[in-house]
């Protein structure tokens, strides 16, 4: 069996990043399966929750935008996909002989399972595009909520991405109290929104 990890929220200018580890059971409908970007949201909802049912194990794991300005994003990144590894260990199911993890990207978080990188993992190996799935639904649902705290922002819209709007918003209110203060944010030529 195979521990896929992948995370969500690396490039935005607001929020946590998040990620998730996932083993899938022989007997997962794969099909349903697809690099999360390349999912609508309808989709990638309905395929979260046949992997939350389905899957022999899953984590989630997050660190926090002052996280991410203190030790960096890539460092964040990683603590993240330690973080989700841990909370599926801790979830109960005994963990396979033999486990490998695949994580996408070039770097792999310290996780006490032999694990290699690979880039675009995401698009290729079942057990990634799951955890892709996991972590972008879970990050997509922490920015609407945060979209509740801080409305001025549009976080349910945006998710914290360098979108004009954002852009436009922190120009007119400010940063946030979950700003990533390390990134640079590009001044906007345009009028604030009213």
């Not at 939350?52 to 994003?73: K, L, M, P, T, V």
């Not at 509740?148 to 400010?174: M, N, Q, S, V």
Request: charged share 25%.
């Amino acid at each position: 069996m195979l521990c896929g990890i992948d995370e969500a929220g690396r490039g935005p200018l607001a929020g946590p990043v998040s990620a998730a580890a996932v083993i899938l059971p022989e007997n997962f409908p794969r099909e349903i399966l697809r690099d999360s970007k390349k999912l609508t949201p309808r989709r990638r909802e309905e395929a979260m929750k046949v992997i939350y049912q389905g899957a022999f194990a899953w984590g989630i794991g997050w660190a926090s935008a002052f996280e991410i300005d203190r030790i960096n994003i890539l460092k964040a990144s990683l603590l993240a996909m330690s973080r989700a590894f841990e909370a599926m260990a801790a979830g109960g199911a005994a963990l396979p002989q033999g486990l490998t993890a695949v994580v996408d990207g070039l770097h792999v978080p310290d996780i006490p399972l032999p694990c290699r990188a690979l880039v675009k993992a995401d698009a290729q190996i079942p057990e990634v595009m799951a955890a892709s799935i996991l972590a972008k639904t879970a990050r997509d649902r922490m920015m609407e909520r945060y979209s509740w705290l801080y409305p001025d922002y549009g976080y349910e819209r945006h998710k914290g991405y360098p979108t004009g709007e954002h852009l436009k918003r922190i120009a007119l209110h400010g940063p946030s109290p979950i700003q990533r203060r390390s990134f640079r944010v590009k001044p906007v030529n345009e009028p604030p929104l009213p």
